[in-house]
């Protein structure tokens, strides 16, 4: 029987000298976890707990949301659940308890960070700087017609430089996108889109073309199939161009895309079918910006909100 082995603190100890000399983990290393064990060990201090065998899951899940309430972030909480996991890993190989009252699966590491997005302002002054940054009006109605497109549809990078001209429908203002796992998927474009498309068509794409016979709507200044690098390349100039803070990308514009349709009103399944995601999950991070308008929106209306 280990010396004090049924308290909390007495465990550690040996648990420490364990995942140094056995574990062969480095002073740093030992010293986070001490860290980590001292934060539980307030949380234990405050409930008057000190025997291991008080530590069920109902104290560790109170513990994670005492975590929280303390301005813990998520993988910090997953870090520290982490380091009192193997400790109590190592009390049940020393025959002290019957099994680990920490969750083996960690469902607090995959915290998805929330998406930033440009307001309706600077996606007009983003696309609009493709009207002053180039010399050659090729380009500038190529990429004009690109970023109406990633915005007004949506798309993933990927999805917009594989579009080939037979994609287009612009009768029902419609595109046909092949998306992750080769899947295809129709998207909506707006009449502004369908004008900047159908201008690239007529002004820009004839003069970039080396053959005839290309398929691919968006084509580079050599005629070929635009890449998606250069696709954020002349993006990132774009964004300088028109003041933007922070790094624009092009999935910011498919965030923007989504978080203005919700705040808009949209269902968030129609937002689900239009961004491609085969889990409802995935989009519903975009719920998040919503908050901000229903909440504004709630002060504004609610009769007792000044209360």
Same mark, same amino acid.
């Given at each position: 029987?280990?010396?004090?082995?049924?308290?909390?603190?007495?465990?550690?100890?040996?648990?420490?000298?364990?995942?140094?000399?056995?574990?062969?983990?480095?002073?740093?290393?030992?010293?986070?976890?001490?860290?980590?064990?001292?934060?539980?060990?307030?949380?234990?201090?405050?409930?008057?707990?000190?025997?291991?065998? $008080?530590?069920?899951?109902?104290?560790?899940?109170?513990?994670?949301?005492?975590?929280? /309430?303390?301005?813990?972030?998520?993988? /910090?909480?997953?870090?520290?659940?982490? #380091?009192?996991?193997?400790?109590?890993?190592? &009390?049940? /190989?020393?025959?002290?308890?019957?099994?680990?009252?920490?969750?083996?699966?960690?469902? *607090?590491?995959?915290?998805?960070?929330?998406?930033?997005?440009?307001?309706?302002?600077?996606?007009?002054?983003?696309?609009?700087?493709?009207?002053?940054?180039?010399?050659?009006?090729?380009?500038?109605?190529?990429?004009?017609?690109?970023?109406?497109? *990633?915005? $007004?549809?949506?798309?993933?990078?990927?999805?917009?430089?594989?579009?080939?001209?037979?994609?287009?429908?612009?009768?029902?203002?419609?595109?046909? #996108?092949?998306?992750?796992? $080769?899947?295809?998927?129709?998207?909506?474009?707006?009449?502004?889109?369908?004008?900047?498309?159908?201008?690239?068509?007529?002004?820009?794409?004839?003069?970039?073309? &080396?053959?005839?016979?290309?398929?691919?709507?968006?084509? $580079?200044?050599?005629?070929?199939?635009?890449?998606?690098?250069? #696709?954020? /390349?002349?993006?990132?100039?774009?964004?300088?161009?028109?003041?933007?803070?922070?790094?624009?990308?092009?999935?910011?514009?498919?965030?923007?895309?989504?978080?203005?349709?919700?705040?808009?009103?949209?269902?968030?399944?129609? #937002?689900?079918?239009?961004?491609?995601?085969?889990?409802?999950?995935?989009?519903?991070?975009?719920?998040?910006?919503?908050?901000?308008?229903?909440?504004?929106?709630?002060?504004?209306?609610?009769?007792?909100?000044?209360?």
């Amino acid at each position: 029987m280990i010396l004090n082995g049924d308290t909390v603190p007495g465990l550690w100890k040996h648990y420490l000298v364990y995942i140094r000399d056995v574990k062969g983990l480095s002073g740093i290393t030992v010293r986070n976890y001490q860290n980590d064990f001292d934060t539980f060990s307030e949380f234990l201090e405050k409930k008057s707990l000190t025997s291991i065998h $008080s530590v069920g899951r109902d104290i560790v899940r109170t513990y994670i949301g005492w975590l929280l /309430s303390k301005g813990f972030r998520r993988p /910090s909480v997953a870090r520290k659940l982490s #380091v009192i996991r193997g400790y109590f890993l190592y &009390a049940v /190989s020393k025959g002290l308890i019957d099994g680990n009252p920490v969750p083996a699966k960690n469902f *607090l590491v995959n915290e998805k960070r929330i998406p930033h997005v440009l307001n309706s302002l600077e996606i007009n002054r983003l696309i609009d700087a493709t009207d002053t940054s180039n010399v050659d009006n090729r380009i500038s109605v190529r990429d004009k017609a690109i970023l109406e497109t *990633l915005y $007004s549809a949506g798309l993933r990078v990927s999805e917009l430089v594989r579009i080939d001209v037979a994609d287009l429908n612009f009768d029902d203002k419609e595109i046909m #996108v092949t998306g992750k796992g $080769s899947k295809q998927r129709i998207v909506m474009i707006g009449d502004t889109t369908v004008q900047a498309i159908e201008n690239y068509l007529s002004l820009g794409r004839p003069l970039l073309m &080396a053959d005839s016979h290309e398929k691919s709507l968006f084509l $580079s200044k050599l005629g070929r199939r635009l890449s998606a690098r250069s #696709v954020q /390349s002349r993006l990132r100039k774009y964004s300088i161009v028109a003041g933007l803070s922070g790094r624009v990308h092009p999935h910011k514009l498919r965030h923007s895309f989504a978080t203005h349709l919700l705040e808009g009103g949209a269902d968030l399944r129609v #937002v689900q079918e239009l961004l491609g995601h085969s889990d409802i999950g995935t989009t519903q991070i975009y719920t998040h910006v919503s908050r901000k308008e229903l909440d504004r929106s709630y002060q504004l209306a609610h009769p007792l909100s000044d209360e």
